[in-house]
Structures are given as C-alpha cells and as structure tokens.
C-alpha cells in the first residue's frame, strides 16, 4: 500500500513539472510579413516591426525551446515560447529559426 502512494505521488508530482515547462508553448507560424502564434482556436497576428529579440534556450540540455520578446504585449503576453522544428545540431548550437526570426525582425515590411 505505501509503495503504490509514492508511486502515484511521484507520478502527480511529474505531471505537474512537465505542464510546467510546457504549458506556456505555442504553435508558430511564420510568412512574409508576420508571425502568427496560436494557442488552440486563439489566433495572433504579429509583425515582425514588434519583435524585441529573440532567443533560444534548452530543455534537457537537447531540446531547444525559442524565446520571442515583444516589444509590445500581445494576448499571449510579452513573451511567445515555441518548439521548432527538429534540425539535427550539436548541442549548444543556435537552431535555424532564431537567426531567421532576428534577421525578419530588422527587415522593414513591404505591405
């Protein structure tokens, strides 16, 4: 009986970590002119004028997470946190996305 009261615990205490570090992630879309950030049926528009930075940190010391900072709040907050696309990478290296996203943030848009 008191095996299976740690187990269970150990199993809510794990779930609550992985919401944790996973809860705040979106789904990224990137076109010509915008970023569109979704969160289920919740849309947001955003250019890439509002970008403040971007950055990227890692789970696990394998899996990257990126940082967008906006300069502006959003509905998603100031902050929009995404998992890109797997690209095979040494570790501790900068994924694809991050470089894209800086050099589409200094680019004016052409409407």
Known sequence: MEGKIIVSIFWILGAFLLWLLFSDLRTVEI??????????????????SRIGGVEQEWIL????IIVVKL??????GSEIRFTPHYVFMLLYRQHPVVNELRRLAKTPVNY
């Not at 010391?61 to 990257?64: N, S, T």
């Open 31 to 48: 076109d010509e002119n915008f970023l569109h950030v979704k969160n289920g049926k919740v849309v947001a528009t955003i250019p890439f």
């Open 71 to 76: 300069k502006t709040v959003t509905r998603f």
């Open 61 to 64: 010391f394998k899996y990257p």
